[in-house]
């Protein structure tokens, strides 16, 4: 549950305290994904509630328990799903607080790239910037139920310039990348308008940046895709050129 006021520094330090402790439980087996990953490394200017890792080793009962145990220092476990694709769990921590989403994706695609920080002394695995948009923009087209929010991450890190990893998309769509685009294009069309954008949103942003939002993050982001294409004809073109071809007759 997310809650319009609350103490959002105290809900960092609290993220914070939890990605500590369940990175050093497991050594090395998770990477560090998702909103708040971006927020804490890639400076996201906006305020993430939970916390999302890929699995990159299977874990045993044993250190899914310690997860629990680890958990329930922080606060209650209202809820705990061990699927097939997802190992989710539910943390009420304090009240008038939002609940922490702590999930953990059993579903690593091969082509996901991950880099090292460090955080207050302690290694963390996380997405590299190219993943991060990546897996960013196909989550943006592919929710059933669409996420303002993730409109906002693309947005900002295609202003930035962040690198698309074509390989990725390829793998997790089926796609080349102008099919995607496209298609990306047409859902933001077809989901997303001035009188919906604030949905799940607005709780998370500043004043400035919701009007900014409301006005202009839609027809900005449509703007960066199309960069997008436009780059990459620019670089085909380029590298054509550029390929040794046989000499003309003189």
Do not use: C
């Not at 008038?96 to 090292?116: L, S």
Request: hydrophobic share 40%; net charge positive.
């Amino acid at each position: 549950m997310t809650k319009s006021k609350f103490d959002t520094d105290r809900h960092k330090s609290v993220l914070i305290e939890i990605l500590m402790d369940i990175v050093k439980h497991l050594n090395g087996k998770a990477a560090f994904k998702g909103g708040t990953a971006a927020m804490m490394f890639y400076n996201l200017p906006r305020m993430s509630l939970d916390l999302d890792f890929d699995l990159l080793e299977k874990l045993s009962e044993e250190e899914i328990d310690i997860l629990r145990i680890i958990l329930r220092k922080h606060g209650a476990v209202k809820e705990f799903r061990d699927k097939r694709f997802t190992l989710f769990f539910l943390l009420d921590y304090e009240a008038n607080y939002p609940n922490i989403k702590v999930e953990f994706n059993k579903r690593v695609w091969k082509n996901n790239g991950y880099q090292t920080v460090w955080l207050l002394g302690v290694e963390i695995k996380i997405a590299d910037k190219k993943t991060m948009l990546s897996n960013k923009l196909v989550a943006l087209s592919e929710r059933r139920i669409s996420t303002s929010r993730d409109l906002f991450d693309v947005h900002y890190f295609l202003k930035l310039g962040y690198p698309l990893n074509e390989k990725l998309i390829q793998e997790r769509t089926g796609k080349t990348l102008d099919e995607f685009l496209d298609y990306t294009k047409y859902f933001i069309a077809k989901n997303y308008s001035s009188k919906n954008i604030l949905q799940g949103l607005g709780e998370i942003l500043n004043e400035s940046k919701k009007t900014w939002a409301k006005d202009h993050l839609i027809s900005e982001t449509v703007k960066e895709l199309d960069k997008l294409r436009i780059q990459k004809h620019n670089s085909k073109i380029k590298n054509t050129k550029n390929k040794p071809g046989l000499r003309a007759a003189d």
